[in-house]
């Protein structure tokens, strides 16, 4: 079974700071994984999407990479903001018929003026 | 138009009461998923839905009853539901081939009284 966890589970930073979020799974056989944040008590907002073969993908101050290998991906945001607070959520997509999305534990991210 | 849309936002229902959330897309997506989520922890999956058929059920309870009548619809029926099961359910779709994202609906927010 898929486990997937992630470190930080909260995160308070000054604005302006660079930052990194950590995402691990347990089993590598995975379609592609996805970064998704959540403001509290809303939906998902999808951030980005790397696909199994690739290893990075970036959009905006957002940078996230991938290591199937080793089970790990991490998010990294540039210059953060007040904005930027929110909950952090990767997700994995397994490969196989099922097609599950099974989600981290998620990162709570406070990004103070 | 990559939008999921879930109706209705808010349900407020008793535990004697029959309802249905509903969930659509018009993206083509022959993937669609039900997801149950408590305050402060991560989406857990209940139910997939691959080419209208149902591949997954991840032991949900005999009052959630999911129901797919066509390729881009997808329904939740409740039945004698309990107040543990107030929570914020998550409709999401993906194509089932390839390495593509999932796309979420913005969630309806269920209260049972």
């Known amino acids: 079974k898929q486990e997937v966890t992630q470190i930080p589970a909260a995160l308070s930073v000054p604005e302006g700071e660079n930052l990194v979020l950590n995402c691990s799974f347990t089993d590598s056989a995975i379609y592609n994984l996805q970064w998704f944040r959540q403001d509290p008590g809303k939906g998902l907002t999808s951030l980005l999407l790397i696909q199994s073969s690739q290893r990075e993908q970036t959009s905006g101050r957002l940078n996230a990479s991938l290591d199937k290998s080793s089970g790990r991906s991490t998010l990294y945001i540039a210059a953060s903001q007040p904005g930027d607070s929110a909950t952090y959520l990767c997700a994995v997509i397994g490969s196989g018929g099922y097609q599950k999305v099974t989600f981290g534990t998620g990162t709570k991210l406070q990004v103070i003026p | 138009d990559t939008e999921v849309t879930q109706t209705p936002k808010h349900l407020v229902m008793g535990m004697t009461n029959k309802k249905s959330l509903k969930c659509e897309q018009h993206?083509?997506?022959?993937?669609m998923y039900w997801y149950k989520q408590k305050a402060k922890k991560p989406p857990e999956l209940m139910f997939v839905?691959?080419?209208?058929?149902?591949?997954i059920n991840e032991s949900v309870p005999s009052r959630f009853s999911p129901e797919c009548p066509n390729s881009s619809l997808l329904n939740l029926h409740l039945h004698a539901l309990q107040p543990e099961d107030s929570a914020l359910y998550l409709c999401?779709?993906?194509?089932?081939?390839?390495?593509?994202?999932?796309?979420f609906g913005q969630g309806t927010r269920l209260t049972v009284v």
């Open positions: 999401a779709s993906r194509n089932r081939a390839g390495n593509t994202e999932a796309f």
């Open positions: 993206m083509g997506h022959r993937a």
């Open positions: 839905y691959s080419y209208e058929k149902l591949s």
